[in-house]
């Protein structure tokens, strides 16, 4: 047998191995070898076996033995499980664990303290060496990677700065199409490579001339896997960690920005393709994610990343994947909060995002009490009628609405109505969205007639703008349907519900959920119409 035979390529290395004097010529001979090294399956017409991770229970026994923690069950053991899917059920990683955990007397009794431990230090416990009398294997878990490292270093230089720029994305789903766009032309006179993030990990020349090339190498290696199913890469979770905690601080910064910089360019392309977005949004979280491990809130962030921060901000809006969203939110609101006083404008619309996605997210007495800071913000800033402070006003009346205090709700929503006509006209879109959202309110009062005057109002005037099948005008035509419906004027609400749905199916498709939900409402009502006729009779 021979084991970790993984340098095959480098002759100049001193670990390089000839792999061919050790394959057999003759029957009956049998060896095995292990290698991390792709290259050994070309050496012979043996199909290679691939070594995997450890199914879960099997790694949870290995760590129960190496930890000497016996048969332990219930609450020791479902923790156990955590620690192991933490290490991704890696074999070496789950035996060095375990062996720590052996030889910590603090730790054994109470084996939750240990995984809070390893997330502040993974870099110092993935670097422990085995002791020889517990695992026949010297090394650790981060200085067998190291060694491929420093081959590939010499071999493709590319490779090694991708494998470190994708320790900034989602290790799961590394798919091609991300690193076929163009850099921000804004970025192309910029002194700094990492807002051209094709130039930052290749500065010797056009990444797509040697991407191929470097992806091999890693793949050679065994540091990212091609997945067939998924038409994308992927990379060990332990890997994608040790990508990550092996640079240097000011070099996690660089690599932040510059992962941001792609993602920036990936979604501001504006292709309307759902299942792309949604591969496209764990990225941007495992981004930002690694963006507040580095920055942890100790530094002032750069005015143009905040700014990144929110165009993707707004591009996860669009997918409904709030708790990225607010991730998204909360950083950049916290990084302008220091910038306040060079541009509180800027502050205050972070915040304002901020609301938004709480209010998206259930947490309404949050939402108004942010958004009351920012509102007091704009009216200092900008002024009573300015229409952002009015879009502030608006946003209040809405997180109002949603907590059941309609009174107030209808004041401001009064109170952007009348600042909306008078600043922006009475036909402008921002004005008959105030009065829809009126409308909305009197009719969660009881208030019908004037819900139905601003009904009627609102899809008056967007039937002029933006025009009769527009969305926004369809949701006016629906919402006077359904208050017409609840006065118990079925024979006017019918031919409105039919227009919506109609309608909604030509722009939006027959199964969205607002045309779904539409037609359950038409149903409703053409049923109970037809249970009265029958009765009638």
Partial sequence: ????????????????????CYLPDTPGVEIIITTRSQTATGMTELAAIEVGKLAAAEAVDMFMRCSKLGDAAGAVREETALIVA?????????????AYVAATPRIRPNIAEHLPEYRRRRKALLGRKAKQQIHAYGESVLSTWE??????????????????????????DIFLELFRHEADPSTAKSARAEEDWGRFVSPEGPLEDVLDEALEALSTYSLIQWKEEQGAFSMHKLVHAWGFDRLEAEEQGRYSQSSLALLA??????????????????????????????????????????????????????????QTEYELRAFEEAGRARLKGQDEAGWLCSLSNLTGVLRYQGEYEAAEEMNRRALDGYEKVLGKEHPKTLTSVSNLAGVLRYQGKYEAAETMNRRALEGRGKVLGKEHPDTLTSVSNLAGVLRYQGKYEAAEAMNRRALE?????????????LTSVYCLAYLLHQKDDFTAASPLYERAHSGYGRRLGLSHPTTMQCLDHMNSLQDWMSSVRTSSH
């Avoid at 764990?282 to 491990?293: D, K, Y």
């Fill in 265 to 322: 360019v990936v979604t501001r392309d504006g292709q309307p393709d759902p299942t792309r977005n949604s591969r496209i949004t764990p990225h941007i979280s495992s981004s930002v994610a690694r963006l507040r491990e580095w920055h942890n809130g100790s530094m002032e962030v750069p005015r143009r990343t905040l700014d990144t921060m929110r165009l993707l901000g707004d591009f996860v809006s669009s997918t409904g994947q709030y």
């Fill in 86 to 98: 933490e290490l991704d059920h890696l074999a070496l990683a789950v035996t060095l664990a375990g």
């Fill in 147 to 172: 060694t491929s490292y420093a081959t590939i270093a010499k071999q493709c230089p590319v490779a090694v700065r991708l494998l470190s720029f994708f320790a900034f994305l989602d290790p799961e």
């Fill in 1 to 20: 047998m021979y084991d970790n035979a993984d340098s095959l390529d480098d002759e100049s290395d001193p670990y390089f191995v000839d792999l061919r």
């Fill in 461 to 473: 005037g967007r039937e002029k703008v933006p025009g009769k099948e527009h969305p926004h005008t």
